[in-house]
């Protein structure tokens, strides 16, 4: 069966965030047109659909690394702040939508609280992993389709590319025949 590994993260992303999008209790509040999402940033983002894209991202990083907080999750999307003449410093992103983002995904059911001696944090719950398996499944089974159609254009192009060579081997030799002729 197809997980989560096998398949492009970006891809994936994209399909579970145009999925979370139809979901009711994953909904963009009021100020996240306007916030930035951490202070390494100049600008909010430009995608009107970020927090979307944000809430599919965070639920892979869920499923993949286990039992994990808002602090981890701000350092995995915190970035590199431009301070013009002095050198560039790390900064964590902002925690008040992440936090906002995995309230939402538990309300749905995706996610759950974990508590344990050691690790604590939010864990994917079997209907948050069935989902993204589901999501993972459903672009595998698309990928042969492009591919297949992709591969009799990459034949082609090399078929096209060797008669290409043969016809300058046999005009260069044409013209060395031309040129010993005249001599």
């Known amino acids: ?10 891809k994936l992303i994209k399909a ?7 979901l009711e209790n994953i909904k963009e509040p009021e ?10 940033k100049e600008r909010p983002p430009i995608e009107k659909d970020w927090w979307y894209i944000r809430a599919a991202a965070i ?4 499923y993949i690394r286990g039992p994990i907080g ?3 999750l701000r350092v995995l999307f915190g970035s590199k702040k431009n301070r013009g003449f002095k050198p560039e410093k790390f900064f964590k992103a902002a925690g008040n939508h992440i936090r906002k983002i995995l309230q939402q995904l538990e309300k749905e059911g995706l996610v759950t609280k974990k508590e344990d001696d050691v690790h604590k944090g939010r864990v994917i719950t ?3 992993k069935s989902f993204l398996d589901k999501i993972a499944t459903e672009l595998q089974k698309e990928a042969p389709k492009k591919e297949a ?10 078929k096209e590319a060797a008669k290409k060579t043969e016809t300058k081997k046999s005009s260069s030799k044409k013209a060395k025949k031309t040129k010993s002729e005249k001599e």
């Open 126 to 128: 079997p209907k948050g």
């Open 31 to 40: 100020w996240a047109k306007f916030v930035k999402t951490g202070h390494s």
């Open 16 to 22: 579970t965030a145009e999925k979370l999008k139809k």
């Open 1 to 10: 069966m197809v997980n989560v590994y096998d398949i492009d993260p970006q």
């Open 149 to 158: 159609k992709a591969e009799p254009k990459k034949a082609s192009k090399k």
């Open 70 to 72: 808002v602090s981890k």
């Open 59 to 62: 639920l892979r990083k869920v």
